[in-house]
């Protein structure tokens, strides 16, 4: 479909949804061509025979992605759009589902996207100073 049909479809999404922002869908969007590659990278053989990705590796995907694109903003950015854990990956794929813009497979479930990782562990601990291994000198008061 082309990006003006996508841009409908999501218009209408949030018609009923409004609790995610448009550029969620379409990072998700982006974010899903992201991780079929990066998995078509590691496993040749699984890319030939399917496209699918599950939730736990789409979440994977998407982290590396919005890393990749967003850096130390990443969890600023995605919270701005409505997007605080990884079960609201799956909340935008699961409408993007109903309006048939992705598919999914009989053993896909809303929930394989819940508690995939934290968002401060995986978009804040990484860009945090690192502890210091040797004590800070201190400088007592000269008499």
């Known amino acids: 479909m082309s990006a003006f049909d996508f841009d409908q479809v999501v218009t209408l999404i949030r018609k009923e949804d409004p609790r995610f922002d ?3 869908y379409r990072f998700v969007r982006d974010g899903l061509d992201f991780a079929v590659k990066e998995l078509k990278k590691k496993d040749t053989a699984r890319a ?3 496209r699918h990705v599950s939730g ?3 979440s994977e995907g998407l982290r590396s992605y919005a ?3 967003f850096g130390p ?3 600023t950015v995605l919270n701005s759009w409505g ?3 990884t079960i609201h990956f799956g909340d935008i794929v699961y409408n993007l589902i109903e309006y048939n813009m ?3 497979t009989e053993s896909d479930r809303r929930e394989d996207f819940a508690d995939v990782f934290d968002f401060d562990a995986a978009f804040v601990a990484p860009f945090q100073p ?3 291994k040797l004590p800070l000198p201190s400088f007592a008061e000269s008499e």
Request: glycine share 0%.
């Open 22 to 24: 448009r550029q969620a």
């Open 48 to 50: 030939r025979i399917s």
């Open 56 to 58: 736990q590796e789409l």
């Open 67 to 69: 890393l990749d694109q």
């Open 73 to 75: 903003l990443t969890k």
């Open 83 to 85: 997007v605080h854990e």
């Open 102 to 104: 992705f598919s999914k």
């Open 130 to 132: 690192r502890a210091r």
